[in-house]
C-alpha cells in the first residue's frame, strides 16, 4: 500500500512544477520576445512484481506482471514560434521576423541572445553605443559593440531589413555605415540556458553558434515593431485547468491509500 502513497506523490510534485512553469508563462505574456515553455514528463521506474506467470493450464502467459513508480518532469522545452510583430514608438526598436537573436555583451563579458531588440543609442566616453535597455552594448556580425562617432546625430540612424545601418547627412543623402547587425542561428535553441530578461546563454545542448546576416537565415529585421511573447492565455488557462485537476486526482489517490491503511490497521483476528 505504500508504493501507491509515494507514487501519488511524485504525481503532485510534478504538477507542481506543471503548474509553476503555467504561472510563469502567464507571468511573462506581455513580456518583450518571451517565448512559451512546456513540460514534459517521463515515467520512473517500474517495480517487476512477477517475470512469469501461467494459467488455470499450466501454460505460461505472454506477459509478466510490473508496476510503475511514479512520473517525474523530464525536460521544460522552449516553443520558439514567431510571436506577433507589434507596433513601437521607439526610435531604435526592432523585431526579428524568422530565425535569430540579436547579440548582447553581459556584464560578466559573455554574449547573451534574446529576441527582444528594445534598443537604445546610449553616450558613451568614445561616442554613441547601441545598447539595450539595461545599458549592455548590442554587437554586430564581427562580435563588436556598435558605436558611432560623436558628431552622429542618432535621429538620423536608420536600420535596412538586413541590419544594415545608414545615415542621412546634412544635405538629406543616405549613407551607408559599413556596420551590420548580426542575428545568431544555433542547431538546438531550445537548449539554451535562460538567465533573466528574456535573454539566454550558449550551453552544450544548444550547440556553437553560427552568426548570419540577417537575408542568409531568410530573416528580416524590421524597425519600429517589437516581437511580442508567443504565450496564448486560453491554451496555458485549459493547462492550468489540466494540472489542477491532476494534482486532485493524485491527492485523491493518497486519501485512498491512507484509508485502506487505515482499515487494514483495524482489523481484528
Known amino acids: 500500500m505504500m508504493r501507491s502513497l509515494w507514487t501519488a506523490a511524485t504525481g503532485m510534485i510534478a504538477q507542481q512544477t506543471n503548474l ?8 511573462n505574456i506581455n513580456s518583450t520576445g518571451y517565448k512559451t515553455e512546456a513540460v514534459n514528463f517521463k515515467s520512473l521506474i517500474y517495480q517487476t512484481l512477477q ?24 525536460a521544460i522545452v522552449t516553443d520558439f514560434t514567431q510571436g506577433p510583430l507589434l507596433e ?21 563579458g559573455t554574449t547573451g541572445y ?24 548590442v554587437l554586430d556580425m564581427a562580435g563588436n559593440p556598435i558605436t558611432f562617432a560623436a558628431d552622429v ?19 538629406g543623402n543616405v549613407q551607408p555605415l559599413n556596420i551590420q547587425m548580426g542575428l545568431a542561428f544555433f542547431p538546438n535553441p531550445s537548449g539554451l540556458e535562460r538567465v533573466s530578461d528574456t535573454m539566454m546563454k550558449e550551453s552544450p545542448a544548444s550547440g556553437a553558434v553560427t552568426v548570419y546576416a540577417a537575408n542568409e537565415l531568410n530573416s528580416k529585421i524590421v524597425s519600429g515593431r517589437l516581437e511580442g511573447s508567443n504565450v496564448q492565455a486560453a491554451d496555458e488557462m485549459v493547462n ?30
Open 51 to 74: 517475470r512469469k506467470s501461467y494459467d488455470s493450464t499450466g501454460a505460461p502467459k505472454p506477459v509478466g506482471a510490473q508496476v510503475g513508480l511514479g512520473v517525474r518532469p523530464a
Open 153 to 171: 546625430d542618432a535621429s538620423k540612424l536608420s536600420v535596412d531589413q538586413f541590419g544594415n545601418f545608414t545615415y542621412r547627412n546634412r544635405e
Open 20 to 27: 509553476d512553469t503555467v504561472a510563469n508563462n502567464l507571468s
Open 240 to 269: 492550468m485547468i489540466v494540472a489542477q485537476r491532476a494534482y486532485e486526482m493524485n491527492s485523491k489517490a493518497i486519501t485512498a491509500s491512507d484509508e485502506m491503511l487505515q482499515q487494514a490497521n483495524n482489523l481484528r483476528s
Open 114 to 137: 534574446t529576441r527582444n531588440g528594445n534598443f537604445y543609442v546610449s553616450v558613451t566616453e568614445n561616442g554613441l553605443a547601441m545598447t539595450d535597455s539595461n545599458g549592455n552594448p
Open 88 to 108: 513601437s514608438s521607439g526610435a531604435f526598436d526592432y523585431a526579428i521576423q524568422g530565425e535569430g537573436f540579436f547579440m548582447i555583451q553581459l556584464n560578466d
